[in-house]
């Protein structure tokens, strides 16, 4: 998606339920025809995509819920919608409370209430919208209940939207598929290719089914625009353990020299062309993620005849761990965004202290100032603008009919971020507006105590996120506090904001933070009905030097994100010498690096905002 056709699309949401008792009438009238008594309506969508295409949005169309997580099961005579505590507040606006129940969304939440079903009931799902290991999971819970999981297609949904009175569905993407050049990729998709060959080859693998988007954008050095806020085309592949692979898209996708850019050694076909060349492994091992594909694909390998082996997609830890081209673009990437965005943080501490803007009018305004640098190829999320109450709330979405005025006293949270050839970013600042309550100064100090103790950390290789993740608490646990959140999560460059498999937070990561690894660090404190705070700046993991008599290989942080922290906010009584002199040297740094970038009067601000603490 081009800067020029970057929206929010999430302004146009109204408090008004979207058609939840039409939509449901709808579903169970093709349910009923089908034997079913309950039908499973998972967000994601046949790609396993956190951000969907219109085409896809299933469980908004059925529930009018928007979020980017959530489920619902449809009986003849309930409604279930889960979503979990991030939308609190929007799925109770979007949800008809005479339709849906509204229940927390975890991890065997569609499980659990499966396993409550009436015996001898009959739950329908669409195989191709489900993961094997989440199905393993219902499968369980349906068969200690009675009840019997059948899968249906084409799904009953699907048929439903397309034959409704009510707003059309939309026609699925077809944006034009286009070459990521190497200035940018780093390593030629040849040489990827021949390295995952490798590992294919060594242990015995004919060949590795490529469902995810991000994969496919990785692996060819190839970028699209079918999913919003990430440049990623949908479609599938098959990678040999000689180096060649097919790669599966809709032929209107393909652009003027794609296929000179792909190679010989890359085939290209149709969607419909995949389960015709799965047959040329028959009685071979095929490799398959069961995170990131689904069901619909493991069954197809078998019905081929070829062995599923369930494994981590190829490209997910070589894609993850960025190469020194990416390194050096998102870099560059990250410092030009921080110039947009200081910006933006001088007109929220000057102008708008006055004016006053609602949360709408801050978030388009941030909009406005990334698209007028020129290089924006779209947000990499919508903009999480939360005034008072609402910065509470850590995935809010604001909306025409909840927007918010700010006023003199509280707290704005702004969460934003954009896509860049180059690289992605995703930053949050929380600033004052007028003067902040000793309250607010403590807790956000306790906060910003938490990032600095990620941001300074050393750690030996083979250190995952989640033994780190205590680190940005430990501050606000001493006080009993705590957030509900992840402290970070892996980011991708221009590709997903959201990217796999590292992760910073409580729950087990299996994954070792690598060299080349991009994390967010983003702890946060959140005042129900009151405030929100939050601070977050991406960094990457890199080598770092061990102390003298040391053993172990070490890795450390370095910081990718710059924008001032609202020193009004911080108590530096609070802070040790050591944390002062970390934010002295990043407000140094952000001077240095952001002038450059910034006019006159923004620059005299940036100077008078980062003067030493």
């Keep these: 998606?081009?800067?020029?056709?970057?929206?929010?699309?999430?302004?146009?949401?109204?408090?008004?339920?979207?058609?939840?008792?039409?939509?449901?009438?709808?579903?169970?009238?093709?349910?009923?025809?089908?034997?079913?008594?309950?039908?499973?309506?998972?967000?994601?969508?046949?790609?396993?995509?956190?951000?969907?295409?219109?085409?896809?949005?299933?469980?908004?169309?059925?529930?009018?819920?928007?979020?980017?997580?959530?489920?619902?099961?449809?009986?003849?005579?309930?409604?279930?919608?889960?979503?979990?505590?991030?939308?609190?507040?929007?799925?109770?606006?979007?949800?008809?409370?005479?339709?849906?129940?509204?229940?927390?969304?975890?991890?065997?939440?569609?499980?659990?209430?499966?396993?409550?079903?009436?015996?001898?009931?009959?739950?329908?799902?669409?195989?191709?919208?489900?993961?094997?290991?989440?199905?393993?999971?219902?499968?369980?819970?349906?068969?200690?209940?009675?009840?019997?999981?059948?899968?249906?297609?084409?799904?009953?949904?699907?048929?439903?939207?397309?034959?409704?009175?009510?707003?059309?569905?939309?026609?699925?993407?077809?944006?034009?598929?286009?070459?990521?050049?190497?200035?940018?990729?780093?390593?030629?998709?040849?040489?990827?290719?021949?390295?995952?060959?490798?590992?294919?080859?060594?242990?015995?693998?004919?060949?590795?089914?490529?469902?995810?988007?991000?994969?496919?954008?990785?692996?060819?050095?190839?970028?699209?625009?079918?999913?919003?806020?990430?440049?990623?085309?949908?479609?599938?592949?098959?990678?040999?353990?000689?180096?060649?692979?097919?790669?599966?898209?809709?032929?209107?996708?393909?652009?003027?020299?794609?296929?000179?850019?792909?190679?010989?050694?890359?085939?290209?076909?149709?969607?419909?062309?995949?389960?015709?060349?799965?047959?040329?492994?028959?009685?071979?091992?095929?490799?398959?993620?069961?995170?990131?594909?689904?069901?619909?694909?493991?069954?197809?390998?078998?019905?081929?005849?070829?062995?599923?082996?369930?494994?981590?997609?190829?490209?997910?830890?070589?894609?993850?761990?960025?190469?020194?081209?990416?390194?050096?673009?998102?870099?560059?990437?990250?410092?030009?965004?921080?110039?947009?965005?200081t910006t933006f943080l001088h007109w929220v501490a000057t102008e708008a202290q006055d004016t006053l803007p609602t949360e709408i009018e801050v978030a388009r305004k941030l909009e406005s100032i990334r698209k007028a640098g020129g290089d924006l190829r779209d947000l990499s999320f919508d903009t999480i603008s939360g005034f008072g109450p609402h910065g509470a709330l850590p995935h809010y979405k604001v909306n025409v009919a909840s927007d918010l005025k700010t006023a003199k006293g509280n707290l704005l949270l702004v969460d934003s971020g954009g896509q860049f050839l180059d690289g992605t970013t995703d930053v949050t600042r929380t600033v004052a507006m007028g003067e902040p309550s000793n309250e607010h100064r403590r807790m956000f100090t306790l906060v910003l105590k938490g990032h600095i103790a990620l941001a300074m950390v050393k750690f030996p290789a083979g250190t995952t996120g989640t033994h780190l993740d205590a680190l940005a608490r430990q501050f606000l646990w001493a006080e009993g506090f705590d957030y509900d959140h992840g402290t970070g999560h892996g980011v991708g460059v221009y590709l997903g904001v959201h990217e796999g498999p590292q992760r910073i937070a409580k729950a087990l990561n299996r994954y070792a933070l690598q060299t080349g690894m991009i994390v967010s660090n983003e702890p946060g404190f959140y005042k129900a009905g009151e405030f929100g705070i939050r601070i977050e700046n991406l960094q990457y993991v890199t080598e770092a030097e061990i102390p003298e008599g040391g053993e172990r290989p070490m890795h450390r942080f370095e910081n990718l994100t710059w924008a001032p922290i609202d020193r009004k906010l911080i108590d530096v009584a609070l802070l040790t010498p050591a944390e002062r002199a970390y934010m002295d040297r990043y407000h140094a740094l952000c001077v240095e690096l952001l002038s450059p970038l910034i006019t006159p009067e923004v620059r005299n601000w940036l100077i008078e905002v980062c003067a030493p603490l």
């Design 1 to 341: 998606m081009t800067a020029d056709s970057a929206h929010f699309q999430h302004f146009d949401v109204t408090t008004q339920p979207a058609q939840g008792v039409t939509n449901v009438r709808a579903l169970r009238h093709e349910m009923r025809k089908l034997g079913l008594d309950g039908f499973i309506v998972p967000h994601e969508d046949e790609h396993q995509n956190e951000y969907l295409p219109d085409a896809n949005e299933r469980l908004a169309w059925v529930s009018g819920f928007t979020g980017s997580a959530g489920a619902a099961i449809i009986f003849m005579d309930r409604a279930i919608l889960f979503a979990d505590g991030r939308y609190t507040l929007q799925s109770r606006e979007q949800t008809d409370p005479s339709v849906f129940e509204l229940e927390d969304f975890h991890a065997t939440a569609l499980a659990d209430t499966v396993a409550i079903a009436p015996r001898g009931s009959v739950i329908g799902y669409d195989p191709g919208l489900v993961s094997p290991f989440g199905l393993n999971a219902l499968q369980a819970a349906a068969d200690g209940a009675g009840v019997t999981l059948k899968a249906v297609s084409p799904n009953p949904l699907d048929l439903a939207w397309e034959s409704s009175r009510g707003t059309a569905r939309p026609a699925q993407p077809m944006a034009l598929i286009v070459p990521q050049p190497l200035d940018y990729a780093g390593v030629a998709s040849g040489d990827k290719r021949a390295h995952l060959a490798n590992v294919l080859k060594s242990n015995h693998i004919a060949a590795a089914l490529i469902t995810a988007p991000s994969s496919l954008a990785w692996l060819f050095n190839i970028r699209g625009g079918d999913v919003i806020r990430s440049p990623l085309p949908l479609g599938q592949a098959i990678l040999k353990a000689d180096g060649s692979a097919e790669l599966f898209i809709e032929p209107a996708k393909i652009s003027e020299g794609l296929l000179e850019w792909l190679g010989n050694e890359v085939s290209v076909g149709g969607p419909n062309d995949v389960q015709a060349s799965l047959k040329a492994f028959a009685g071979q091992n095929v490799l398959i993620d069961a995170n990131l594909s689904s069901a619909y694909w493991l069954e197809a390998i078998k019905t081929a005849g070829a062995t599923p082996l369930l494994a981590d997609d190829p490209c997910l830890l070589p894609r993850a761990c960025k190469n020194d081209v990416e390194i050096a673009g998102t870099t560059a990437a990250h410092i030009r965004d921080g110039a947009l965005l």
